[in-house]
């Protein structure tokens, strides 16, 4: 923007074919300075990374996979084990589970770890808080399939 209300015109970056992008989040996620974007890709099962250069542009996108058939709906991004690196949690539609990417070094995600939910339960959405004030965080997930979220408390 430029500080008026006013943009200019929009620049795009492929997400890959047919790839149909469902979320987006923005940090630093290669601890640069520089905001960097993860996308969704719903029908490609995988998420995608961007990272920025400071100048409004991005480099050419990464992927990785979560699974295949996932269909990844949503991203929610923190620092699970208090490592200083984020870390983030996919809610997977297509194979009814959350995946876990724990982060290393400049922005490289190590393999996922997956959390089944209860069946047919369709995660669309996860977040991220500490529900029970341990000091640990803790996951929510919103199950389109039925009436309920559910809590993954997290144990050290």
């Not at 943009?7 to 997400?15: A, G, H, N, R, V």
Request: proline fraction near 3%.
């Amino acid at each position: 923007g430029h500080g008026n209300g006013s943009f200019d015109e929009q620049t795009t970056y492929s997400t890959g074919d047919s790839s149909n992008p469902v979320w987006i989040v923005v940090n630093d996620f290669n601890n640069d300075h520089q905001l960097d974007i993860i996308v969704a890709n719903f029908f490609t099962s995988n998420i995608g990374i961007f990272f920025g250069y400071g100048n409004g542009t991005f480099a050419e996108i990464i992927y990785y996979s979560t699974g295949i058939g996932s269909s990844p709906c949503s991203i929610a991004v923190a620092d699970l084990d208090k490592d200083n690196r984020l870390d983030l949690v996919v809610a997977n539609l297509g194979t009814n589970n959350i995946v876990v990417f724990y982060g290393l070094d400049n922005g490289v995600f190590g393999n996922p770890l997956s959390y089944s939910v209860n069946y047919n339960a369709r995660p669309v959405s996860v977040s991220i808080g500490d529900f029970n004030y341990d000091g640990w965080l803790d996951i929510a997930v919103a199950c389109y399939g039925t009436d309920y979220v559910e809590i993954f408390l997290q144990t050290c």
